[in-house]
């Protein structure tokens, strides 16, 4: 299989997107930055449009099917309105852009795109919103695969560790002073 499809359907992956794709083209299959990026971020807005096209008909026809599979889609949804509301009416489609740009699991363009059909956004804007930070998060991994490599030729995969658990670390204590504020 030719390199730039794999690297286009890795990318229309749910869980792997871009923080799959770009090192697998970059590192593993020796294809060039700008190639890797542009498959990635091609593959990567494919399951929007096809979620903003037919996650509605889809979720309709599961709620006919059972009762129960109808009062667990609402349970969800319920959920998930309630966890993100305040992000998205304080932030709107700037928390799209931030939640698609910032390269972690759970983040990216498939969640972004469900965010958008959960809180019923302009599908129009929600796609601008969730492509620039699709962009963003490919050059975010890629200046992450750059940076990693020079670490580790300075100083092995022991500075790239080290610097992984100071960063988890810092993450932690952020947070702890978060909930304490």
Same mark, same amino acid.
């Given at each position: 299989m030719p390199v730039e499809l794999e690297t286009f359907i890795i990318a229309m992956t749910p869980i792997g997107e871009l923080r799959a794709s770009i090192p697998f083209a970059v590192e593993i299959r020796q294809m060039g930055w700008v190639s890797a990026y542009f498959f990635? &971020? &091609?593959?990567?807005? &494919?399951?929007v449009v096809l979620i903003f096209l037919f996650l509605d008909p889809v979720i309709n026809f599961l709620r006919e099917l059972s009762v129960h599979l109808n009062e667990a889609i609402?349970? /969800?949804?319920? !959920?998930? !309105?309630?966890e993100n509301?305040? !992000? $998205?009416e304080k932030w709107g489609f700037l928390a799209l852009a931030g939640f698609t740009a910032i390269p972690l699991p759970i983040s990216g363009a498939w969640t972004a795109s469900l965010v958008a059909y959960l809180f019923g956004l302009?599908?129009? !804007?929600?796609? $601008?919103t969730i492509f620039g930070g699709v962009l963003v998060a490919g050059l975010i991994v890629i200046a992450l695969l750059i940076y990693g490599n020079v /670490?580790?030729?300075i100083g092995g995969i022991q500075v790239v560790i080290g610097f992984m658990v100071l960063g988890m670390?810092?993450?932690?204590? /952020? @947070? /702890?002073? @978060?909930k304490n504020v």
């Open positions: 990635s &971020v &091609v593959g990567n807005m &494919v399951p609402d349970f /969800l949804f319920e !959920k998930t !309105k309630k509301e305040k !992000k $998205i302009d599908y129009k !804007k929600s796609f $601008i /670490l580790e030729s670390f810092l993450y932690y204590l /952020l @947070k /702890l002073n @978060k």
